[in-house]
């Protein structure tokens, strides 16, 4: 992996997101078509159950991860990030929840951008192991 981009309160450049919710910690590249992204799980994370981060925590950190890429192109551009809202999220497949202490690297990929909507492709991982998987569709308020 790369050196990250940005990293802990850096990301709340690219994300609305604040305490206690951020679920993105490191954003560690990006192009016109993908970024990858990162979190460390945390043993206070509100999605965390007896140390185990429980499906909604990975839809959020997708999500987070989503904002941080749509965010990413007017934060170089010295603009504030447009606010984006979750359309639709289908195929969330889940091999197994992640742990406190495990590092989530998550990758996305536009599939197609369409009136303001963009469709994502989402791989998270874990110690190198994919353990989710979706499609999400976003939408940017101009």
């Not at 159950?49 to 989503?66: C, F, R, Y």
């Not at 990413?72 to 195929?91: D, S």
């Not at 990929?109 to 989710?132: F, N, P, R, S, Y």
């Amino acid at each position: 992996m790369t050196e990250p981009i940005l990293k802990g309160e850096g990301l709340y450049k690219l994300i609305p997101q604040r305490p206690p919710i951020v679920m993105v910690d490191t954003f560690f590249e990006a192009d016109a078509v993908s970024a990858t992204t990162g979190l460390t799980i945390k043993t206070d994370n509100i999605f965390c159950l007896d140390g185990t981060l429980q499906e909604p925590g990975l839809i959020e950190h997708v999500a987070q991860s989503a904002a941080a890429f749509a965010g990413y192109a007017p934060y170089m551009q010295g603009e504030e990030p447009k606010l984006g809202f979750i359309g639709e999220v289908k195929k969330f497949k889940i091999a197994r929840l992640p742990h406190t202490g495990e590092t989530l690297i998550t990758t996305l990929k536009v599939l197609g951008e369409a009136a303001g909507v963009t469709l994502i492709a989402a791989e998270t991982q874990a110690d190198k192991e994919v353990i989710a998987t979706c499609q999400m569709k976003i939408f940017i308020k101009e």
